[in-house]
C-alpha cells in the first residue's frame, strides 16, 4: 500500500515559537495533500488542502497565515505553525492522495502531536 | 451542507461475532466511500474504499453500498479483540477537489 511518513512525530516548543512539521509520500505522487487537526477524543478537522506548485485552500475559520502550507513537490508538503501557542497544541496528521476518478484515496500519515507550553 | 452520519457507539461485539458499522451520506453527487480504522492516539488507516454498488469483500471485512438509499456499511466477521478501535466513514463528492467528508466514527470494542 501507499505509504505515508511525517516528522516530526512529536514535538514539544515554547509559546511563540514557530513548528515546522514535513509530510512525505514515499512510493507515490502525491498531486494532493490534506493537512487535519484531531482535538483528544474528536472528530479530524480539514484544515487545509494543498496541490503541488499552487497555494493552498485553507478551510473556514484556519488562519493561513498562522498555519502556512508549502507543497513544493510531488513527494512533499510542509505544515508550518508560526507563533505557537497552548491552544495550539493538537494532533497533525497529513494525508496525501494521487488524485483522479478511482485514484483518489487519502493515505494518513502517522500524524504529530505538537504541545505548546 | 454535505453530511456523513455514523453512530457514535460504543458497538460492543463479543469475539467471534460480526460487527456491523453502518453510515449514511447526504450528498446524492457522493462518488467514493471509505472506511477508516483509527486506534486511540493514532492517525486513521484505510480498510477498504467501494465505487459501486453492492458488496466488495477483503478478508473479514465487507463493505457494503446503496446509493439509492445512500448507505454504507462495513462489516467484520470473526470479530478479535485487536479490531477495537474507531471506525471512520469518508465520502468523496465529485468536485470536492478530492476533499474527504468524514463521519465523527463508531466506537468499537470486541469483548474477548
Redesign the interface.
Known amino acids: ?1 501507499a505509504v505515508v511518513s511525517q516528522h516530526p512525530s512529536r514535538v514539544i516548543c515554547k509559546s511563540g515559537t514557530s513548528v515546522k512539521i514535513e509530510c512525505r509520500s514515499l512510493d507515490f505522487q502525491a498531486t ?1 495533500m ?1 493537512w487535519y487537526r484531531q482535538f483528544p477524543k474528536q ?2 478537522m ?1 484544515m487545509a ?1 494543498s ?1 503541488e506548485g499552487s497555494k493552498a ?1 485553507y478551510e473556514q475559520g484556519v488562519e493561513k497565515d498562522k498555519f502556512l502550507i508549502n507543497h513544493a513537490s510531488l513527494t512533499l508538503s510542509t505544515l508550518t505553525v508560526t507563533s505557537a501557542h497552548p491552544e495550539d497544541s493538537s ?1 497533525y ?1 497529513c494525508s496525501a ?1 494521487s ?1 483522479g ?2 485514484t ?8 504529530t502531536r505538537l504541545t505548546v507550553l | 451542507q454535505k453530511e456523513v452520519e455514523q453512530n457514535s457507539g460504543p458497538l460492543s461485539v463479543p469475539e467471534g461475532a460480526i460487527a456491523s458499522l453502518n453510515c449514511t451520506y447526504s450528498d446524492r453527487g457522493s462518488q467514493s466511500f471509505f472506511w477508516y480504522r483509527q486506534y486511540s492516539g493514532k492517525s486513521p488507516e484505510l480498510i477498504m474504499f467501494i465505487y459501486s454498488n453492492g458488496d466488495k469483500e477483503d478478508g473479514r471485512f465487507t463493505a457494503q453500498l446503496n446509493k439509492a438509499s445512500q448507505y454504507v456499511s462495513l462489516l467484520i466477521r470473526d470479530s478479535q479483540p485487536s479490531d477495537s478501535a474507531t471506525y471512520l466513514c469518508a465520502v468523496n463528492a465529485q468536485g470536492s477537489n478530492y476533499k474527504l467528508t468524514f463521519g465523527k466514527g463508531t466506537l468499537l470494542t470486541v469483548n474477548p
Request: aromatic share 18%.
Open positions: 500500500g494532493t490534506f472528530s479530524l480539514l488542502t496541490n485552500t494532533f496528521i492522495s488524485g476518478i478511482s483518489d484515496t487519502q493515505y494518513f500519515g502517522p500524524g
